[in-house]
């Protein structure tokens, strides 16, 4: 299974950026994806994650009700809208597939993981 992250970048805080990752290996659809990220000399944090069949979605506190994660099954792949964006949003971020078709919010849920996508948001 390979996990391409893409569409980091610098930022303004306010503004919104779409974070996508292509899977390929195995079936998409059989099994929830997640996203991660990690901040500067913090460790790792769960951001979002999706079920297989893209019907249930669940988030941190952090960023319920400005991220959004979705997926495009016929695609094979799943995207992070962020809106409001604040520079404590800033990290790398990771996406991840776990082996199950339900979603997981701890890292240990996830078998692979793709390479992370650098956001940086500027007051």
């Known amino acids: 299974v390979q996990l391409q992250a893409s569409g980091g970048g610098l930022v303004q805080a306010g503004d919104s950026l779409r974070l996508s990752c292509a899977a390929s290996g195995r079936t998409f659809s059989y099994y929830g994806m997640g996203w991660f990220r990690q901040a500067p000399g913090k460790e790792r944090e769960f951001v979002a994650t999706?079920?297989?069949?893209?019907?249930?979605?669940y988030y941190a506190d952090s960023v319920a009700g400005r991220f959004t994660i979705s997926r495009d099954n016929a695609k094979s792949t799943v995207f992070l809208q962020m809106n409001s964006l604040s520079p404590e949003d800033t990290a790398v971020y990771y996406c991840a597939s776990r082996s199950s078709r339900w979603y997981g919010v701890q890292s240990s849920d996830y078998d692979y993981w793709g390479q992370g996508t650098l956001v940086t948001v500027s007051s």
């Open positions: 999706i079920s297989g069949s893209g019907g249930s979605t």
